[in-house]
């Protein structure tokens, strides 16, 4: 397929296919970097010992780089011994066994993709991953190859932190003005894992030891201002080091580990082996400045790219269309890890929320794709939900067919045979199915077919017989340009309860009451035997598949669920349920609010953070990805302001009681702590939903007396969504309070524009504002992510020509933005006339106006979605 635009995009933005790959022709063994900074240029000198592996030329890939000289053996080459064009440096005639020293200009302070070595703040770093290295030196920079890294880093005395991959073996003067450092990594790596650092940086030490006996130098790097937030950071990689030598037997292998916090960064993190690059977002933590959602992440990020360290870094990708086998795998890995810092229901709700808000809206529209395409045009349009998080669900899947025991003896075959290579989804199933004696081969589709399956179902119970028969089907929608799809295995956890008592059933003779039913075939029949009475039966239990389901449930009978459900996370499900039904197919919602006012006092008794979670209501977004022609925004909104309203009313008694029975006390970092704040703040907002005559003053009293960011900004919410009288004062206050706090300013944007009915006119005033930056990505981030959350303002021709002309903005300056702003618009084509036709046009006004690999292929597939 060719996702090029026409023809000439096409020459410049050619498409990249999975079955096109090559092994690479030269190996690197080693690579020594001489990086100088100064202040209008940098100059790196590279040499590499390299080896020929295969027939072919010698080609090092380059961008934006500035030759400056060239050998090979220790001799100047003559321009016409190599080729150079604008991507590669070709070295012609070169023997099996060669040293390529080269010496490039480059200019990070000019660097706005933030891509390679760039200039954030103050500070230098790098963001390599996937193809940056080449904007740094020439490299064959794809993750097959692999090499050791020496890297000598000199820089002005006003940079003193110099830092690089690995250990550091050397440090000194050069004359009176600068300074040099020289770090060796031991451990052969892929260029996308090279990192290095100058700045003036502070520092936050501690160590940790292996269960090997190895101490580890653990350091977080960041300004000195912030210093103090780096300790939550800190004591999560101590937490990640642990859990991974006692979940996976996997001990760190360096001498140090360190993390560096930077405010200018496109992605989250940077697993960079030994020294992680860091969105400020991803590390710095306080309760003053950070919501209880940005503390909780920046613990399951630290664990993520801690966890890098063996499913990413001792084993890499072979190329990147293996990208969701590093991804997933760790994504499953932190999500594990997470269940220690909250309930593991409510973690499973979080994850399963995020899922289904992001990559299931992502398959149901034009930027549909495998968790392992098989083709692209630019790679970094594909660090998507679907690879991370439907990565994830994969291995999940085949860890609860395996079960904990053999899953364990999978992964320590996968470690052992494939430490220190470069590899494949193959490789991963290989290993899992032969360490744990399970053949999960009929897994591999799962990885290259695009599409949610649906799982419909139908019980039928024969009081003679006292047998229940569970028939289910599965259906995986077609794509264009895909082969017709074909059965997955799809493991289905099921209960079933006693309708007269609530009580789970017995499943068979050593007294389970849950099971795993294998659902890989189109239509199956599960027969249980013995069953005394009408059963109701729990699917998918924990989610145990990342599928859409379709069971001819009665509404009672999820309303029993929401009431009955011994599985947490279930008893969500069924809550979701009833209200996508109502939502979607009109239904009353007497039922669900009937269930709900048995069900949340019960629950905010013993678990105040599920019951925070169970007053979740599908999002006007999520409620979109569901309706695939005529979508009317102002109608779904009225729809869900109607559902929102009945149950703010029916529940006025339990808001008034629950909030005066959650006092505001002191700042602890719990689970039972961070529940009680939830539920305090989704009592709050409900309350203010239902005209409760002291609900805004007890929201200004909330804000003044406020421990934490989660209760300040949660009363803040309020005030500003209902326009208090204080409203205005309260948001002056809030910006004066926090004015040289990033990343909590960050907030005070993105409180604006998620405001329910904030217009574009107040969307353009907040990125005129002089704290708004196109340079900082976080800034970006916290205006258009947030605005799309009101399709009834983006649906519009106003709305999406702000987002169009930010993409268009950004096309030039970091594309890799600029394709994730423009996705906002991807499904256009589900809206009602003339809507549809007025975003259409938007959206083609970009024709030749943009002319990144990222912009391009996203505006391609959006048109082609028409």
Known sequence: MNIAVNPDDHAVHPTIYLKDYQPPVFGVSTIDLDIRIHDTETLVVSTLEMQRLHAGELVLLGRDLELLNVQLNGSDLAPNSYRLDKETLTILNAPDQCTIKTEVRIHPENNTQLEGLYKSGGMYCTQNEPEGFRKITFFPDRPDVLAVYTTRLEADNQYPTLLANGNLIEAGQVGADRHYTIWQDPTKKPSYLFACVAGDLAVLKDSFTTMEGKPVALEIYTEEKDIEKCHVAMQALKDSMLWDEEHYGRAYDLDNYMIVAVSQFNMGAMENKGLNIFNTSCVLSSPETSTDASNFYVKSTIAHEYFHNWTGNRITCRDWFQLCLKEGFTVFRDQSFSDTLQSPAVQRIDDVSSLKSAQFAEDAGPLSHPPRPDHFVEINNFYTATVYDKGAEIVRMMATLLGEENFRLGTDEYFRRHDGEAVTVEDLIGSLSDGSGTDLWNFLPWYSQPGTPVVTGQGVYDAETRRYTLTLSQSIPKKPNYPAPQP???????????????????????????????????????????????????????????????????????????????????????????????????????????????????????????????????????????????????????????????????????????????????????????????????????????????????????????????????????????????????????????????????????????????????????????????????????????????????????????????????????????????????????????????????????????????????????????
């Open 488 to 866: 997955l295995p799809i493991p289905v956890k099921i209960a079933l309860f006693n309708q007269q008592t609530g009580q789970p059933l017995l499943l068979d003779a050593q007294g389970e009451t849950e099971t795993v039913l294998m659902l890989n075939q189109s239509k199956q029949v599960f027969v249980f035997e013995h069953i005394a009475s009408q059963p109701i039966v729990s699917l998918l239990r924990d989610f145990s598949a990342p599928v859409l389901l379709n069971f001819d449930y009665q509404d009672q009978e999820l309303a029993f669920l929401m009431q009955y459900e011994t599985n947490g996370f279930n008893q969500w499900q069924a809550a979701q349920q009833l209200l996508e039904r109502i939502l979607l197919q009109g239904h009353d919602a007497s039922a669900y609010l009937e269930a709900l006012l048995v069900t949340l006092p019960k629950v905010a008794s013993v678990d105040p953070l599920l019951a925070s979670r169970l007053l979740d209501i599908p999002t006007e977004t999520f409620i979109a990805s569901r309706i695939d022609s005529n979508y009317d925004p102002v109608a779904v909104r009225s729809i869900r302001e109607a559902l929102m309203n009945a149950i703010a009313a029916e529940l006025k008694d339990f808001w008034s009681a629950s909030y005066a029975a959650l006092p505001i006390v002191p700042y602890a970092d719990t689970s039972e702590a961070m529940g009680q704040r939830a539920l305090r703040n989704a009592v709050l907002a409900f309350a203010s939903r239902a005209g409760i005559a002291n609900a805004l003053t007890l929201a200004s009293q909330q804000y003044d007396v406020a421990v934490c960011m989660t209760e300040r900004l949660g009363a803040l919410r309020q005030l500003v969504n209902y326009d208090a009288v204080d409203h205005d004062a309260k948001l002056t206050d809030f910006y004066q309070r926090f004015e040289n706090e990033a990343l909590a300013i960050d907030l005070w944007f993105g409180l604006q524009a998620s405001k329910p009915n904030a217009t574009i006119d107040e969307i353009t005033r907040l990125s005129q504002h002089p704290q708004f930056d196109l340079n900082t990505p976080n800034r970006v981030r916290s205006i258009t992510g947030n605005f799309a959350t009101n399709p009834v303002a983006v649906w519009t021709t106003e709305g999406a020509q702000f987002y169009a002309n930010l993409a268009k903005t950004l096309d030039a300056k970091n594309p890799i933005l600029g394709s994730r702003i423009l996705q906002v618009l991807s499904r256009w084509y589900t809206l009602k006339e003339p809507l549809r036709t007025q975003v259409r046009a938007v959206i083609d006004g970009l024709q030749g106006q943009v002319t990144s690999s990222s912009v391009v292929e996203t505006l391609a597939n959006l048109q082609k979605a028409g």
